[in-house]
Nanobody
Framework: VQLQASGGGSVQAGGSLRLSCAASGRTFSRLSVGWFRQAPGKEREFVAAIRSTGSNTYYADSVKGRFTCSRDNAKTTVYLQMNSLKPEDTAVYYC???????????????????WGQGTLVTVSS
């Protein structure tokens, strides 16, 4: 599976962006997908994740209520709708995929075997 994240850009605080993670490969519909981000000088951190069927989504506390993760398996694409953006959301955002994740493993970067390249999100105050 190959993943490609897109949709990043520059926006003012309070604005919105929608990131996309396009996947190739027939197994995509069986994979959970996570979004992570990495700000300069910081470790990569979990943002959100969605199960293979889209039945369950998970969010970091810092984005809960502002970000929404969804997927369209027919288009082999996962989305991250980001609203009410804050300067502290500035980071490179990555999507990643994995199968067979238990709940406790979802936020860990080590749980994901497939990674896309990042897309930069910059939020100015």
């Amino acid at each position: 599976v190959q993943l490609q994240a897109s949709g990043g850009g520059s926006v003012q605080a309070g604005g919105s962006l929608r990131l996309s993670c396009a996947a190739s490969g027939r197994t995509f519909s069986r994979l959970s997908v996570g979004w992570f981000r990495q700000a300069p000088g910081k470790e990569r951190e979990f943002v959100a994740a969605i199960r293979s069927t889209g039945s369950n989504t998970y969010y970091a506390d810092s984005v809960k209520g502002r970000f929404t993760c969804s997927r369209d398996n027919a288009k082999t694409t996962v989305y991250l709708q980001m609203n009410s953006l804050k300067p502290e959301d500035t980071a490179v955002y990555y999507c990643a995929a994995a199968s067979g994740l238990i709940l406790s493993a979802i936020p860990s970067t080590h749980s994901y075997g497939y990674w896309g390249q990042g897309t930069l999100v910059t939020v100015s105050s």
